[in-house]
């Protein structure tokens, strides 16, 4: 009657439509009192146990330095130097848009602001320039996704918390997976689009752009060459992320077409007038840091109550019993490996891909373990599969941030993403199939 009487308060709360974070922490409340017979008070021990982690400060700060980047003018050269790369190839705005959200992926860590930081840039270029609404909508949300898998990876950080799995080598192991799904999204970029207009390369506007964006190239090389050499870690890159964008935001790229300072005026009026044509300023740094708190408020919550969730688990051995029931009852590993996959696909279409981690990391990580499937690679499959759901409906993320930010309908969005999502699940059973393309960086 106990876990009747768990449901049921779970499904009234969601019929209510009430928060994410109110349903989980009535849940825990329930387990901890009436599951467990354990006390409200030791609820607030677990939340503290599962917070006082120092990886935990790289989400806030990743998420931080991603909305100075976006914010300020490190994504718009970003762009810049892509464009003049591939501004004669065939396609080369659809290119240009996949390698503009790799590198911006191996800076910020998340798929949302990836996307609207290339986004809301390329999507009216590829427009402009007579790219197809739809392939161009599908382009941006889908490359956007590039910012969950290619390190930093926001998602791979929190399934290294839950699972207790060294995070430095899933950054590592995403490094080549996210590589390849953004070659295969080049690819056919490269093929829809083989009679786009291209544009003449000239030297001249390629080393302008380079030079203009040498300072934000360096930042990807900064952090996964730090984090893949061992000199700095996972914590410490986003930190060193943060501090770098900031510096470089705020006194060295200056405004696009800012105006040049007037001569013979003091030397006070040309340093003031040096900071206010800077590329960021003090009071777009606050609306910066409020717009992350305000994400943080959603995910740390969540976060903490999950880790309650697990430590009764842990406590009552249901993990250990259902592994052994699942291994004795499927006894073929890939059979196994399928059953894990399609729930996950299912599980990416209608939950957020943290809570899917907080929720399923725990369970099913001994489950592949068991059967022999190293841990670093099953959390690759997994994140693949729930970057997938970020174009899945009803909740994809990239689809709802997209249907908002490029003022489209959501069946439109939807369509638009079909072809990326089918290059995905072909990139999804490779990584399944190849395990050396996650482990062979770390030497496994």
Same mark, same amino acid.
């Given at each position: 009657?106990?876990?009747l009487g768990l449901i049921?308060?779970?499904v009234?709360?969601l019929?209510?439509?009430?928060s994410l974070v109110? *349903?989980?922490?009535v849940?825990?409340?329930y387990v901890h ?8 008070e ?5 939340f503290?146990f599962?917070v006082?982690r120092?990886?935990?400060l790289?989400i806030p700060l990743? #998420?931080?330095a991603?909305? =100075?980047m ?11 130097c ?19 959200c790799? *590198? ?6 998340s798929?949302?602001v990836?996307?609207l930081?290339?986004g809301s840039i390329m ?8 790219y197809?609404?739809?392939f161009a909508l ?10 969950i898998i290619?390190?930093?990876?926001i998602p791979?950080?929190?399934f290294?918390i839950?699972?207790?799995?060294n995070?430095a ?15 295969m999204?080049a690819?056919?970029?490269?093929v ?22 040498v ?5 990807p090389?900064?952090?996964i060459?730090g984090?893949?050499?061992g000199?700095?870690s996972?914590t ?6 943060l501090?770098y964008?900031?510096f470089?935001?705020?006194?060295v790229h ?8 007037p001569?013979g005026?003091?030397?006070?009026a ?5 900071f206010r044509t800077?590329?960021?300023?003090l ?5 910066v840091?409020?717009e992350t ?12 109550i999950?880790?309650s969730l697990n430590t ?6 249901a993990?250990?019993e259902?592994?052994t029931?699942?291994?004795g =009852?499927v006894?073929?590993r890939?059979l196994l ?9 299912v599980v990416g ?5 943290g809570?899917a981690?907080? #929720? ?12 022999g ?7 690759i499959?997994?994140i693949?599969?729930?970057?997938i759901?970020y ?9 709802i941030?997209?249907m ?5 309908s959501?069946?439109?969005v ?6 990326f999502i089918?290059i995905?699940? *072909?990139w999804?059973v490779?990584? =399944?199939?190849?395990?050396?393309l ?7």
């Amino acid at each position: 009657m106990t876990w009747l009487g768990l449901i049921a308060i779970v499904v009234v709360l969601l019929v209510l439509r009430q928060s994410l974070v109110l *349903v989980f922490a009535v849940a825990a409340g329930y387990v901890h009192v009436f599951i467990a017979h354990s006390k409200l008070e030791f609820l607030m021990q677990d939340f503290w146990f599962t917070v006082d982690r120092e990886v935990l400060l790289s989400i806030p700060l990743f #998420i931080l330095a991603g909305n =100075v980047m976006s914010r300020g003018s490190i994504a718009r050269r970003l762009i810049d130097c892509m464009k003049t790369i591939t501004s004669p190839i065939p396609g080369g705005l659809g290119i240009a848009c996949v390698l503009a959200c790799a *590198v911006f992926a191996a800076i910020n860590g998340s798929s949302i602001v990836t996307m609207l930081a290339i986004g809301s840039i390329m999507y009216p270029a590829m427009v402009s320039q007579g790219y197809s609404k739809s392939f161009a909508l599908g382009a941006v949300a889908s490359a956007g996704t590039l910012g969950i898998i290619i390190p930093p990876s926001i998602p791979l950080i929190l399934f290294g918390i839950m699972t207790e799995k060294n995070i430095a080598h899933l950054f590592v192991a995403g490094i080549v997976p996210g590589l390849l799904l953004a070659g295969m999204f080049a690819v056919y970029a490269l093929v829809v689009n083989r009679h786009a207009p291209r544009q003449r390369f000239t030297l001249a506007e390629t080393l302008r752009s380079f030079y203009g964006g040498v300072f934000a190239l360096a930042l990807p090389a900064i952090i996964i060459g730090g984090i893949y050499s061992g000199y700095f870690s996972p914590t410490e890159s986003a930190a060193v992320a943060l501090v770098y964008a900031l510096f470089i935001e705020f006194f060295v790229h200056q405004r696009e077409n800012a105006p040049r300072a007037p001569l013979g005026v003091p030397v006070t009026a040309r340093i003031g007038h040096y900071f206010r044509t800077r590329a960021m300023n003090l009071r777009e740094l606050v609306d910066v840091v409020l717009e992350t708190t305000r994400l943080l408020a959603t995910l740390l919550p969540l976060l903490c109550i999950a880790g309650s969730l697990n430590t009764i688990l842990d406590h009552s051995g249901a993990p250990k019993e259902a592994v052994t029931w699942l291994t004795g =009852v499927v006894q073929d590993r890939w059979l196994l490996m399928l059953g894990i996959n399609l729930l996950l696909l299912v599980v990416g279409c209608l939950m957020d891909a943290g809570s899917a981690i907080l #929720i399923l990391a725990p369970l099913l990580t001994p489950l592949a373990e068991a059967k022999g499937f190293d841990p670093i690679h099953f959390g690759i499959i997994m994140i693949a599969n729930l970057e997938i759901g970020y174009l899945t409906p009803p909740v994809g993320l990239n689809l709802i941030v997209a249907m908002a930010a490029f003022k489209e309908s959501f069946a439109t969005v939807c369509k638009a993403v079909v072809p990326f999502i089918g290059i995905m699940l *072909v990139w999804l059973v490779i990584l =399944v199939l190849w395990p050396a393309l996650s482990l062979t960086l770390l030497g496994r």
